[in-house]
């Protein structure tokens, strides 16, 4: 199945979580990927966090990390259609890190103005 397909079916039921689905199956297709996803495709993986009630409520405890774990495991089983095992194994990892980090992506690069 293709993502173009598998998207708009997610999303009738959940636009949310088919939003963060599409964004990771991009980062991970990626054949340049960078080393961590960009802030709006982990700020897709949060909102879905959130909407779902598993965003540790401010903290992140230990508890809080492995509720996000849990829940960012419907997003990998939702590509499981599109990416091959390899592919849905670095998603798991990088969800992973998502889950125990609400800022883990690449950081924008800044041209600044040099005096």
């Known amino acids: 199945m293709r993502k173009e397909d598998l998207i708009p079916v997610i ?3 959940d636009p949310i979580l088919a939003d963060a689905v599409s964004r990771m199956v991009d980062y991970i297709q990626d054949r ?3 080393p961590y996803p960009s802030k709006e495709q982990t700020e897709a993986v949060n909102a879905y966090l959130r909407s779902i ?3 540790g409520g401010g903290t992140m405890s230990e508890t809080d990390i492995a509720h996000r774990r849990i829940a960012t495991q419907k997003i990998t089983i ?4 599109v990416l091959d095992h390899d ?3 670095r998603l798991q ?5 998502i889950a ?3 800022e883990y992506y690449m ?5 600044g103005m040099g005096r």
């Open 107 to 111: 950081p924008e690069r800044r041209q």
């Open 78 to 81: 939702n590509a499981i259609r």
């Open 53 to 55: 009630h598993a965003d």
């Open 100 to 102: 125990a980090d609400r």
């Open 87 to 89: 592919q849905l194994d």
């Open 32 to 34: 340049w990927a960078a």
């Open 93 to 97: 990892d990088v969800l992973n890190h």
């Open 11 to 13: 999303a009738r039921h």
